[in-house]
């Protein structure tokens, strides 16, 4: 089951944080979150996964930035989020959608008990122009049925800025 907009309201401060919260951003049955100023690209023409991946820094300006075709951008939500007893979705909005923007490939489902921003992996039709600060995507929280385990992979929990893949760590443990 969805959690309701105003039910995510009520969880806020105790199995829902989302920090910075502001009501204009709570709709119906999400809350937008919006785009941090920072994008990570990465710097190799062939990236590997059982090695980690060369990455460069990119700025978003006051005037926007266009994003390419064909070409993978790490960002980040400026909100930092943390859930207990509900797990996690992000989806884009509709409004970027319709403009052809992506803002994950895979990576929409999170683990109930994650903590830290929710890095985007943003990819465009058509060259495009972007801003920080766009409410970019919005999150929604599915109830868990039965017992669980909480999140606590070591490789993204608790983030402070964009993740790169951390892939590679997997083939280290075998």
């Known amino acids: 089951m969805i959690l309701s907009g105003l039910e995510i309201k009520k969880h806020l401060g105790k199995e829902i944080i989302i920090e910075p919260y502001d009501d204009k951003y709570l709709n119906p049955n999400s809350y937008n979150l919006r785009l941090n100023n920072e994008l990570l690209v990465y710097d190799e023409d062939i990236l590997d996964m059982k090695k980690p991946n060369k990455t460069k820094k990119l700025i978003i300006p006051e005037e926007g930035l266009v994003l390419e075709p064909g070409k993978l951008y790490l960002g980040r939500t400026m ?9 996690p979705m992000l989806e884009g909005r ?13 990576a929409g489902f999170g683990d109930v008990g994650f903590s830290g921003y929710w890095t985007l992996e943003i990819h465009c039709i058509q060259p495009i122009r972007i801003y920080a600060g766009v409410e970019i995507c919005q999150i929604y ?22 993740q ?7 083939f280290e443990k075998k």
Do not use: A, M
């Not at 929280?141 to 964009?162: A, D, L, P, R, V």
């Open 79 to 87: 909100e930092y989020t943390k859930t207990d007893k509900y797990v």
């Open 94 to 106: 509709s409004s970027i959608g319709r403009l052809g923007l992506f803002i994950h490939v895979t």
């Open 141 to 162: 929280y599915h109830s868990i049925e039965g017992e669980y385990e909480k999140y606590c992979s070591g490789k993204y929990q608790n983030n402070t800025g964009i």
């Open 164 to 170: 790169p893949s951390l892939l590679y760590k997997d």
